[in-house]
């Protein structure tokens, strides 16, 4: 079946600007993530959706930076306000529900946007 | 998540078997080895998952021992393709959801 789609793959955008970078899951997962990933950096969490609720935000790493899930599956992350350090890959995971038992490693991820904040 | 410390780099050619070690001395009573691969320009994909002994799958070989101070990734018959970071984790599968990857392994595959 269909995977993890992103868009765009590719963001240029100037300092300043704000962002849209969207994510939809796999068929069926109600879990969501958000992660960032920086070049020569590791994995960043950012936020977690179960359905259209975010128990867990604080991965956030400032008020520019937001997310919200409509209808238990595609999500958008919204980033205002642009600077050079977001410049970085989104990545955009999702799973079955944590209490159904499905462990919580095993996350399928998307391909990625690629932001670059000129 | 439990500190894992791997190394930065392998060198290896088609049809050799490759073997990731990772050491994770601090690991906790309810933690699950996971790996996972990245290729380039592409998302984490997750291989294989165990907690004791050994797991095979279709992709990949774990090799953990009993005092689970480490484990063993085991990649048979390499091809160039299998050319990629892999990213060995540490946790409590059932409730840290939070993936956190340090610089993994670079595994390079040459013919």
């Known amino acids: 079946g269909a995977g993890v789609s992103q868009s765009p793959s590719n963001k240029v955008t100037e300092k300043g600007k704000d962002v849209e970078l969207r994510c939809d899951p796999i068929?069926?997962?109600?879990?969501l993530y958000w992660y960032r990933q920086s070049l020569g950096q590791g994995l960043e969490f950012l936020i977690y959706f179960q359905g259209n609720s975010a128990p867990d935000k604080s991965g956030l790493p400032s008020d520019r930076f937001s997310a919200e899930r409509t209808g238990g599956s595609v999500s958008t992350l919204t980033i205002q306000r642009t600077q050079q350090e977001d410049s970085a890959v989104y990545l955009c995971?999702?799973?079955?529900?944590?209490?159904?038992?499905?462990?919580?490693?095993?996350?399928?991820f998307g391909p990625g946007t690629r932001l670059t904040v000129t | 998540l439990a500190k894992t410390t791997q190394p930065i780099s392998m060198d290896s050619y088609e049809g050799q078997e490759v073997n990731i070690t990772c050491s994770h001395n601090?690991?906790?009573?309810?933690?699950?080895i996971t790996w996972y691969q990245q290729f380039p320009s592409q998302g984490p994909r997750f291989i294989i998952q165990g907690y004791k002994t050994k797991v095979t799958n279709e992709v990949a070989s774990l090799f953990i021992p009993a005092d689970r101070k480490s484990s063993t990734l085991s990649l048979p018959r390499v091809s160039l393709s299998d050319t990629a970071v892999y990213y060995c984790?540490?946790?409590?599968?059932?409730?840290?959801?939070?993936?956190?990857f340090g610089a993994g392994t670079t595994v390079t595959v040459r013919a």
């Open positions: 995971a999702s799973s079955l529900a944590l209490n159904r038992g499905q462990r919580a490693y095993e996350q399928y």
């Open positions: 068929s069926g997962h109600t879990a």
């Open positions: 601090n690991i906790a009573t309810n933690d699950y």
């Open positions: 984790l540490v946790g409590d599968v059932r409730n840290d959801y939070k993936l956190s």
